[in-house]
Every structure is written in C-alpha cells, then in structure tokens.
C-alpha cells in the first residue's frame, strides 16, 4: 500500500520527502521478510510484526508515529435472505471499532 508511506512522512511532518529509490511487495509478508533480510525499512500492520520485534528481528524507529488502522466494510446484496444475519456481525463489528456502519445504497 504505497500511500501509507506518504501518509505517515506527513504525520512525521515531512511530507514533502522523496524517496531514493523503492520496492514494492505484493503483501505485508513479503515486505516484512524483505525487511528481516536487511533489504530496506517496511511498513506493516504493528500486530503482523509483533513477534519480529520480541524476538529483535526488527526494530519501531519511530514508535510515536503511528496511522489510524484501516477501514473494513461488508457488502450484501440488497434484498438478500441473509440480510438479518449480515446486519447482526455488521454490529458485533461495530462493538469493536465503535464507528457506525452506513449501509451503501439506502437512503
């Protein structure tokens, strides 16, 4: 997800940096290993990387910045039969995050 490297030079406030060179990966994994093997600095989900981090594979330089986690819909076809159950986990969901759901489609 190359825009969250631009997000977070933004929170750090320096936005306007430009990389020398990059590497893109096509998941979170291949990045973190490519950083474990010493190729250059990742960014991930701090819960993918946390057993890395005990055991001293990798280093948080800057564990003070950080970005909010991402965001997480549900899509079910309107008129669905599963409609009741669906609306059900969307709000065991929401228990979690706190945000509401806003069902697309419906006024």
């Known amino acids: 997800m190359p825009r969250l490297w631009r997000d977070w030079l933004a929170k750090a406030g320096h936005g306007a ?3 020398a060179a ?4 096509d998941h979170f994994y291949l990045s973190i290993q490519a950083a474990v093997d010493g ?10 990387i ?3 981090v ?5 280093v948080t330089p800057f564990p003070q910045i950080s970005l909010p986690s991402r965001s997480y819909f549900a899509y079910t076809p309107l008129g669905s039969p599963l409609r009741a159950a669906s609306d059900t986990i969307c709000a065991w969901i929401e228990e979690f995050d706190g945000a509401p ?7």
């Open 101 to 107: 759901s806003t069902p697309v489609g419906e006024p």
């Open 54 to 58: 005990r055991a001293g594979r990798l």
């Open 22 to 25: 990059t590497l893109t990966l």
């Open 39 to 48: 190729l250059g600095v990742a960014m991930a989900p701090s819960t993918l």
């Open 17 to 19: 940096l430009e990389p």
């Open 50 to 52: 946390e057993d890395d």
